[in-house]
């Protein structure tokens, strides 16, 4: 079955100090990965997935993520951050079940706090 | 382009009562999924829709919780005789089918809490 766990809970960074959320994944064939980030009672927005092609992808806001087959791992980076990037951020794995369809398989989260 | 849209936002009821909730999608998309996010994890799948006809259904979504789409376009999902383990966000969520698109836009959620 897949899975995702994302090892940090919980982490801090200084605003403008760079950023790596990790992820891993479990997950038989090619994965579909996407990082989504939730702010405080609000729904999920995607920032950015992973479906085959370049392993480096970009996504909104001046995040990355990097594909790395051989660590089962999908770790999300920001050079830079604001302090309007605190949030929670979920990594997830799409399991699909037939017809072009997926649901999504998501980690527990991390919360990122930003210090002035 | 209105997004995803849940009501209500919030809930508070009696434990033993009856809730729904309603979902309307991005209007052309005909997937539609229901997740339930409890306080500290991510979301878990509870069920799947493409257009009118129900498709999947996780585990998790006991004979107490029933979910239908009539006409392809807005969902509602009920939860009978609630229990205080039921206190939850339920998101919605919609993609399209075509091609190899595989992106699920969420809405806002409906925040639940059985008292």
């Known amino acids: 079955a897949q899975s995702v766990t994302q090892p940090d809970i919980h982490i801090t960074v200084s605003e403008g100090a760079s950023l790596e959320l990790r992820c891993n994944y479990s997950y038989g064939a090619t994965p579909y990965l996407f990082w989504y980030v939730q702010s405080p009672g609000q729904g999920l927005q995607l920032l950015l997935k992973y479906f085959s092609g370049d392993t480096l992808v970009q996504g909104i806001k001046g995040f990355e993520a990097e594909f790395k087959r051989s660590q089962s791992s999908f770790n999300l980076r920001k050079p830079s951050v604001h302090w309007s990037d605190a949030a929670e951020y979920f990594c997830a794995v799409g399991a699909p079940f037939g017809e072009g369809a997926q649901k999504l398989v998501f980690g527990q989260g991390t919360r990122l706090t930003i210090n002035p | 382009d209105t997004g995803v849209s849940q009501n209500p936002r919030h809930k508070i009821t009696k434990r033993g009562q009856n809730v729904t909730f309603r979902c309307d999608p991005i209007?052309?998309?005909?997937?539609l999924y229901w997740y339930r996010q409890t306080l500290g994890q991510g979301p878990e799948f509870l069920t799947y829709?493409?257009?009118?006809?129900?498709?999947?259904k996780s585990r998790l979504l006991s004979d107490r919780f029933s979910a239908e789409r009539p006409k392809g376009s807005f969902s509602t999902l009920e939860i009978q005789r609630t229990e205080q383990g039921d206190s939850a966000m339920y998101l919605c969520?919609?993609?399209?089918?075509?091609?190899?698109?595989?992106?699920?836009?969420f809405g806002p959620g409906t925040r639940l809490t059985v008292t």
């Open positions: 209007s052309e998309h005909n997937r």
């Open positions: 829709f493409q257009n009118e006809a129900q498709l999947e």
């Open positions: 969520a919609s993609s399209f089918s075509r091609g190899t698109t595989y992106e699920q836009y």
